[in-house]
């Protein structure tokens, strides 16, 4: 996701560019939830249950975002893209780790588990997000949900959830520059139809490569920029 540092090169306040990123790229996972709406409706009902901790984590996750000072998440800020870039290398590990998982539903110890970690992956979603479906897709896998097409379905429904709360709380205090916002989305549109018309000539390693590069890079200049 570089979003984020585009606002902020473009001199959007830390805070503001993160805002208004989530609320550009929200339609983007409301599509995607659309697209896995089958899967979603065969999923086991007990999984329906953490789109809960999902509201609650992500309106967390953006009252602290907001009321974080802005030199403070200045300063994180980098950290945040470094990692997620991380996370994105990590992919493939992640999902062999995912399928090969074996874990057991135990009742309530289960659910009280579920749901926390669900509440802790959806307050950072809430907060910043970068990395957010590769989070949940390892915390479904650690959970016992195997199916990976499930999966894929219930992290997006997750997603709609943490991400919309935020976006709605972003929009009430006024976090949101809506023509940057606006221009964003209609760019990610047309380059999600570009990406994928490139991306049918490319290895998907090697694309995954380029976009962890990159985060990198974003991330250790936003780091230089800030000592």
Not at 25 to 51: C, D, H, N, Q, T
Not at 93 to 109: N, W
Request: overall charge positive; charged content about 10%.
């Amino acid at each position: 996701n570089i979003s984020f540092p585009v606002l902020l090169w473009l001199g959007l306040p830390p805070i503001t560019a993160n805002a208004t990123s989530a609320t550009a790229l929200w339609p983007g996972v409301m599509s995607a939830a659309a697209g896995f709406a089958p899967e979603i409706r065969k999923s086991p009902r007990r999984w329906y249950w953490l789109a809960i901790p999902s509201f609650v984590g992500g309106a967390i996750g953006a009252y602290l975002l907001v009321h974080t000072p802005s030199a403070i998440f200045r300063s994180i800020a980098p950290w945040l893209v470094i990692g997620s870039s991380v996370l994105m290398a990590a992919e493939p590990l992640l999902v062999k780790r995912f399928t090969a998982l074996q874990a057991e539903r135990r009742g309530t110890r289960w659910m009280a588990l579920a749901l926390t970690v669900q509440l802790v992956i959806s307050a950072y979603g809430g907060y910043f997000g970068a990395g957010l479906g590769i989070l949940i897709l390892t915390a479904l896998g650690l959970l016992g949900l195997r199916d990976m097409h499930a999966a894929n379905g219930m992290k997006n429904m997750y997603s709609v959830a943490i991400k919309g709360v935020a976006v709605i709380y972003f929009i009430v205090v006024s976090r949101v520059v809506w023509h940057a916002a606006i221009t964003m989305a209609v760019g990610s549109i047309v380059g999600g139809y570009l990406g994928a018309r490139v991306g049918r000539k490319l290895k998907q390693s090697t694309m995954r490569w380029v976009a962890v590069g990159i985060g990198v890079a974003i991330g250790v200049v936003m780091l230089v920029q800030t000592v």
